[in-house]
């Protein structure tokens, strides 16, 4: 899989949208970004994922750019359950022996009031 | 759906105790995972089941580790002996569909004396 860079935290206050940005240069053309973040003491939750469209759903939007070397993760109106590490993966899509997610040390987001 | 089931929730052990983890995937997923977290290591993929089978054991650290799942409902992780930097928490996954959508069981956090 493909190495993701992210910012180690980031701050939001609550009812702000939070822009979570995600680097993946070298990303191939079958792989996907998925978004999952980690509550404390919770296991993984998956959020979305994109190949190069942006995608939307109850949860957050992906914005992936045209070259798909980077992705933007946005939750519209964080609120303070939304604090948590998210991590941002490159896979591919999910069947055969390589559909293994690797987790790196994620964006620690802090929401507050 | 209850969700991805594990037990026990906390387990204490003395070292060179063999130590058994349980994990029930949602019903009707293929795919189930087993990783571990750790402070220093963060959250790393030690192996994973496609239909029953494993498909990928090249995170299990040493002999010591064991995984199996005799049916589409159960899986166990045994770690014999245990030893004091097996401590973890250590979570299950399962997959249904054809993306990396990945659902998390609370884990299991092992304390090894």
């Known amino acids: 899989d493909a190495k993701t860079t992210q910012p180690t935290s980031m701050d939001c206050a609550e009812g702000r949208a939070a822009n979570l940005p995600c680097n993946h240069s070298?990303?191939?053309?079958?792989?996907?970004v998925y978004w999952y973040r980690q509550i404390h003491s919770q296991g993984p939750q998956y959020i979305i994922h994109?190949?190069?469209n942006n995608e939307t759903n109850e949860m957050a939007s992906l914005i992936i750019t045209e070259d798909r070397k980077s992705s933007t993760l946005i939750l519209p109106h964080a609120t303070l359950r939304d604090t948590a590490v998210y991590y941002c993966?490159?896979?591919?899509?999910?069947?055969?022996?390589?559909?293994?997610?690797?987790f790196g040390t994620g964006t620690r987001l802090q929401v507050t009031l | 759906d209850a969700g991805v089931i594990q037990s026990p929730r906390h387990e204490v052990t003395e070292m060179g105790q063999e130590v058994t983890l349980r994990c029930k995937p949602i019903s009707g997923h293929n795919s189930l995972f087993w990783y571990r977290q750790t402070m220093m290591r963060g959250l790393e993929l030690l192996i994973y089941?496609?239909?029953?089978?494993?498909?990928?054991d090249s995170g299990m650290p040493e002999d010591r580790f064991s995984a199996k799942m005799p049916n589409a409902s159960f899986s166990t992780l045994k770690i014999q002996p245990s030893e004091p930097r097996d401590s973890a928490v250590y979570f299950c996954?399962?997959?249904?569909?054809?993306?990396?959508?990945?659902?998390f069981g609370p884990g299991t956090r092992l304390t090894v004396l």
């Open positions: 993966i490159v896979s591919n899509r999910g069947t055969g022996t390589a559909s293994k997610l690797t």
């Open positions: 996954a399962s997959r249904g569909g054809g993306y990396n959508e990945q659902f």
């Open positions: 994109g190949l190069k």
């Open positions: 089941f496609n239909n029953n089978v494993p498909i990928d």
């Open positions: 070298t990303i191939s053309g079958n792989e996907y």
